[in-house]
């Protein structure tokens, strides 16, 4: 079964810490792994599309990179406003395949 | 500029009573859409999704519906509530590949 396991599922960094979040997937024949961003009560927003290992995308403090197995969305320098549930999703079919999250908070 | 309307934004329904979510989309014709479900403690999970009017793809079984009668509206709905049906419901467009613009939601609470 197509799969997509992020890890953490929480993350909580203070201003200025930096990290990464981790995106594992399992679908076979990857037609490309995307990364969303979530604010609290509002639909995802598109963040990046990463299609071959080595790739790399960035995007203000946000940096995404894929490998063969997994893709990590590293955060440089967190803000408070980078706090959000970062979603990864691959491509099955018709569908895209979500994983259930990372929920990062960022304390001042 | 794209735009996409969903209401209501929140309900809260009785099991066993109907439902019924709407979906519009300003500023694109023929537009792909789909309807999304997010509960709690699970990602998002696809239920519908569309390519035009009256065409209609099912993902996975389920008390729900969806109808396309025109092409910029789409609908969700069911005929008796479950209380699994609670959850975040998320109507998208898709705008290439992998990439979805998603509208602000309508949340569903089922008592």
């Known amino acids: 079964e197509d799969q997509v396991t992020q890890s953490p599922e929480a993350l909580r960094l203070q201003e200025g810490e930096s990290s990464s979040l981790n995106c594992s997937y399992t679908?076979?024949?990857?037609?490309?792994l995307f990364w969303y961003r979530q604010d609290p009560g509002k639909g995802p927003e598109f963040l990046f599309t990463?299609?071959?290992a080595g790739e790399e995308k960035e995007k203000e403090r946000l940096k995404a990179t894929l490998t063969k197995k997994e893709s990590f969305l590293h955060i440089t320098a967190p803000k408070p406003e980078d706090s959000a549930t970062y979603l990864c999703?691959?491509?099955?079919?018709?569908?895209?395949?979500f994983g259930k999250g990372t929920t990062l908070s960022v304390s001042s | 500029s794209q735009t996409i309307h969903q209401w209501p934004a929140t309900l809260v329904q009785p099991v066993g009573s109907p439902l019924s979510l709407e979906c519009t989309v300003e500023?694109?014709?023929?537009?792909?859409l789909y309807w999304y479900r997010q509960a709690a403690g699970r990602g998002l999970q696809l239920l519908f999704y569309?390519?035009?009017?009256?065409?209609i793809s099912s993902e996975v079984p389920q008390n729900l519906s969806a109808s396309r009668p025109q092409d910029r509206q789409f609908i969700l709905s069911s005929k008796k509530l479950l209380l699994s049906d609670s959850g975040f419901y998320l109507c998208?467009?898709?705008?290439?590949?992998?990439?979805?613009?998603f509208g602000e939601g309508s949340r569903l609470t089922v008592l």
């Open positions: 999703a691959d491509q099955a079919g018709t569908a895209l395949i």
């Open positions: 679908v076979s024949g990857l037609r490309g």
């Open positions: 990463l299609y071959s």
């Open positions: 500023g694109t014709s023929n537009p792909n």
């Open positions: 569309s390519v035009g009017i009256g065409q």
């Open positions: 998208a467009r898709k705008l290439g590949p992998g990439e979805l613009f």
